[in-house]
């Protein structure tokens, strides 16, 4: 899957359980990718550190967004 995170073009592939990788798994990662960014941009913040915070936020939102294009919320 492509997608740009912070102005960088990126490309990941996540298999779990299976041989090949795969479209789920791959979305599945970086949901749970999203989210840990998301709670380090807290933790971050909390430690006064606003600059990584914003940055960790961002690239949060970015797969967020990214992941809810392409309909994964609305399964």
Do not use: P, W
Not at 56 to 61: I, L, N, R, V
């Amino acid at each position: 899957m492509k997608l740009k995170i912070c102005g960088y073009e990126v490309e990941i592939k996540a298999k779990e359980y299976s041989d090949n990788f795969n479209k789920l798994d791959t979305e599945s990662f970086l949901n749970e990718l999203s989210i840990h960014l998301a709670t380090a941009a807290n933790r971050l913040e909390e430690d006064g550190l606003y600059g990584m915070a914003t940055r960790a936020q961002q690239m949060a939102d970015d797969i967020y967004n990214e992941l809810k294009a392409n309909g994964l919320y609305s399964k």
